[in-house]
């Protein structure tokens, strides 16, 4: 198949399409057992929506990886063979992006499920897990703010993969951004554990703790080695 975008021919090579995969894979199987071992002591009496608490647990967990696992074939292939671009022209970041945005907001929804499911398992007291829950729901929400102000839903699924303007802007520093260029996985991702505090939900604490530390596995198997392709530098991030 030919390369369509020469300034990138490195990323056409199964070496790169797979660059950093195997450590992706090692993490996972670390954090999948360790996720289910903190989780199966406070599930099997719950159930919401006909779905027992045990099934909701391992669709927030398989729904974390199915989101990863798009995004890091989704860039690869885009970067690597314009697949996106050649399936749909210019219509190629808006289809990437509607599946990329469902599977992000699907996070909360499936966490939430499995905290209604396993409501009152988490062994804090009520005022306790409503004061945590909003402490870390604050920073949570303000990151989401910047984001739609100074960076851009746009820019934050990935559409450096698919326009060179976007490769072109700065850096952000304002709003959340100030605090670490690294605002949406180091505070957005607390929002999941707002939501599982809000239920006291032991499983559906673990599952949040899952997906905020299986977010950094993405950033550093599939996002650090793009951004080394993209800009040039591995220790950049682009937010």
């Known amino acids: 198949m030919t ?5 990138f021919p490195n990323a056409a090579t199964a070496s790169f399409m797979f660059r950093g995969q195997g450590v992706h894979a090692l993490f996972l199987a670390i954090l999948l057992p360790v996720a289910w071992g903190l989780a199966e002591p406070a599930l099997g009496d719950g159930s919401w929506l006909g779905l027992s608490d045990t099934v909701w ?12 696992l798009y995004v890091w074939i989704a860039w690869r292939a885009q970067l690597g063979r314009k697949l996106f671009t050649r399936l749909f022209g210019r219509g190629d970041f808006a289809v990437y992006s509607a599946i990329f945005y469902v599977l992000l907001l699907l996070r909360p929804v ?5 905290s209604v499911a396993d409501a009152g398992t988490l062994l804090l007291p009520s005022w306790l897990a409503l004061a945590l829950a909003i402490v870390l729901l604050v920073p949570s929400l303000y990151t989401a703010w910047s984001v739609q102000r100074y ?7 990935g559409a450096d993969h698919f326009r060179r303007r976007y490769r072109e802007m700065p ?14 996985y180091t ?3 607390l929002g999941l554990w707002a939501v599982a505090l809000f ?10 703790l899952f997906q905020h530390a299986y977010i950094w596995v993405h950033y550093a198997c599939t996002e650090q080695p793009d951004m080394e392709l993209l800009y040039g530098n591995p220790g950049t991030s682009r937010g």
């Open 3 to 7: 390369v369509l975008d020469p300034e």
């Open 57 to 68: 647990f391992v669709l927030a967990v398989g729904e974390a990886v199915l989101h990863q």
């Open 110 to 114: 499936v966490i939430a499920a499995v």
């Open 151 to 157: 960076f851009g839903f746009a820019r934050a699924a």
């Open 171 to 184: 850096l952000v520093t304002q709003g959340a951004f100030a605090w670490t260029p690294n605002a949406m």
């Open 187 to 189: 505070f957005g991702f």
């Open 199 to 208: 239920g006291r939900s032991h499983a559906g604490l673990v599952a949040a």
